[in-house]
């Protein structure tokens, strides 16, 4: 494993990123983000009235009651895809962190994370991605209530995991209160209590990726050379799926199109030898 520091913008920094690669087993095992609620999420369609909300970063924006939403995957990713232009962050806004759960159902562990995110209102989102034909019933006092996103089956291995992990990120970003994302399972648990995990990641200057190169078969043996130019041999790169990233990251990876539609035509499972996307994605897409 080599450290990785991540803390520009791909698309302003064209030569290679200076990462700071750290696996992370806080964050293997470990949790998520959040961010702000956003006026889009209830009915996009409502941006078209006259703006009648100011924005007072100092207050958490109100949580809105459904993150249900009728966007097309194109749609949603645009949205997420926007960045501000002035570099500095205004002093009287309160970071969340989004807390990104891909699940297939019932999330096992949640008395555990309720426990977890009591007492700390305004400081996390949470945004669940279940298999769309999940209907369990989340109790109107959890702190999961309300938090599912329009979902799309996932199956193990395939090109399905990164795009929900894309769209889980994408929901978040409409919040833009969110500052810090943690992609996590349904069989994470945090380690450490909210306090100390907010106080971490609100003041850490990187994003926390594994990321790994060598020639064995379960990692360049996966590469497929019809991906070069944009991705060569030595771009290869595996890491565990489960990440915390920066919004910077965050949004570049929302807006990837490129390195995506390569890994949806040359990385799929189904091939000799099968290639998991979601090992190779996020840490390939920073590498390359
Ligand atoms: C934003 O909210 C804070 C806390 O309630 C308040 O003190 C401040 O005056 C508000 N700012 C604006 C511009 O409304
Ligand atoms: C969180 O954990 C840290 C380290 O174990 C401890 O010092 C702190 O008091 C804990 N905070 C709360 C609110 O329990």
Not at 19 to 29: E, G, H, R
Not at 134 to 145: D, E, K
Not at 176 to 199: D, G, H
Not at 204 to 211: H, K, L, N, P, T
Request: hydrophobic letters at 40%.
């Amino acid at each position: 494993m080599k450290a990785t520091r991540q803390d520009r913008s791909k698309a302003t920094n064209h030569a290679k990123p200076h990462y700071l690669i750290c696996s992370c087993l806080l964050f293997f095992f470990a949790f998520a983000l959040g961010m702000v609620s956003n006026p889009y999420l209830q009915s996009h369609r409502e941006l078209c009235k006259p703006c009648e909300t100011s924005l007072n970063f100092s207050l958490p924006a109100p949580e809105p009651v459904s993150l249900m939403h009728d966007m097309s995957e194109e749609e949603l990713l645009w949205r997420a895809s926007f960045a501000p232009k002035i570099g500095h962050v205004l002093s009287s806004r309160v970071p969340k962190i989004a807390f990104l759960f891909l699940t297939r159902g019932d999330l096992p562990l949640a008395p555990f994370w309720e426990e977890f995110f009591k007492g700390h209102d305004g400081l996390y989102s949470i945004y669940m991605h279940p298999d769309p034909a999940y209907s369990g019933l989340v109790p109107r006092n959890s702190v999961f209530f309300g938090r599912r996103i329009p979902s799309k089956p996932v199956r193990w291995g395939q090109i399905n995991v990164i795009e929900a992990e894309r769209r889980l990120i994408a929901n978040a970003l409409l919040d833009s209160s969110n500052e810090r994302f943690v992609l996590l399972s349904e069989s994470c648990i945090p380690l450490y209590n909210f306090s100390m995990i907010y106080t971490y990641l609100v003041n850490s200057d990187v994003s926390y990726v594994g990321s790994f190169h060598d020639t064995t078969p379960g990692c360049l043996g996966r590469y497929n050379p019809a991906m070069a130019p944009q991705i060569t041999a030595e771009q290869w790169h595996k890491a565990s799926q489960w990440v915390e990233i920066n919004r910077a990251l965050a949004v570049e990876i929302v807006s990837d199109e490129k390195y995506l539609s390569l890994f949806q035509k040359f990385c799929l499972i189904s091939w000799k030898p099968p290639c998991f996307s979601d090992e190779h994605y996020i840490p390939t897409f920073m590498a390359a």
